[in-house]
């Protein structure tokens, strides 16, 4: 389920839209339901639900109300997991969160039904990285670690983001026995050439770690570059 349909429908449209969707991606690696985007329109669609509760005597809170939600898209959906995005300290929120509440966090969604969490940081501090690593894998999650992708690793004059630092970053996490590595190329930087050579050195490294590559299509090279993820042995690609 995409983000755009999330950030942009009330909470019960988005729910009622899981089971078709469901249908749709039954042979997929996973629906991405919820994420700091997501979270933060159903926390704006809630707050109006909240409220009218409140008027009603209700007790149930914004949190209460998106976990119930997330019941309901696993009740429809129960045979495709469920990946949210995690950035690491910051949950899935703007700021800095105690570690105990990014573990509580993590612990409570996995209860509710949530699956896979890509665990994220934009600027890739390892640090960062490794407190959602070490969250998602108290609560018994799915731990996707992933490495935003920058630069253009197939140009000798872009001097920092070359590909031995991906393999660098990509060693760092492995050791922190996650379970799937994704290259997060949110930016739709990835060209067909580069992924080739980025892709066939981590499947070359890391013979038997489920690769996932993720792209925005922002320079309209993202179904190229897709082919050429999966033709250099990515598992996964969106």
């Not at 339901?33 to 909240?50: K, N, S, Y």
């Not at 969250?135 to 004059?157: F, K, M, R």
């Not at 060209?191 to 320079?219: G, N």
């Amino acid at each position: 389920v995409e983000g755009i349909v999330a950030v942009r429908t009330g909470s019960g449209v988005y729910v009622r839209a899981t089971h078709p969707a469901g249908n749709l991606s039954a042979s997929a690696n996973s629906d991405v339901d919820w994420g700091p985007l997501e979270v933060m329109r159903a926390r704006q669609v809630i707050e109006v639900e909240v409220a009218a509760m409140a008027a009603a005597n209700s007790r149930k809170s914004e949190i209460t109300l998106m976990h119930e939600s997330l019941q309901m898209m696993r009740e429809a959906v129960p045979n495709v997991p469920f990946q949210m995005l995690l950035r690491g300290a910051n949950g899935v929120g703007y700021t800095n969160y105690p570690d105990n509440a990014v573990f509580k966090f993590c612990d409570v969604a996995v209860r509710n039904g949530m699956d896979v969490f890509r665990v994220f940081d934009s600027l890739n501090y390892v640090d960062n990285l490794k407190l959602g690593i070490d969250a998602v894998g108290a609560a018994n999650g799915v731990v996707e670690a992933a490495i935003s992708y920058t630069g253009d690793i197939s140009d000798p004059t872009k001097g920092k983001f070359t590909l031995e630092y991906y393999l660098d970053l990509a060693r760092q996490l492995v050791a922190c026995n996650i379970h799937v590595l994704c290259i997060k190329d949110m930016a739709g930087l990835l060209k067909p050439a580069a992924a080739t050579t980025l892709i066939s050195a981590l499947r070359k490294e890391f013979p038997h770690l489920p690769i996932h590559v993720h792209t925005h299509d922002t320079a309209g090279t993202g179904v190229a570059s897709m082919l050429a993820c999966a033709e250099a042995g990515a598992d996964a690609v969106d």
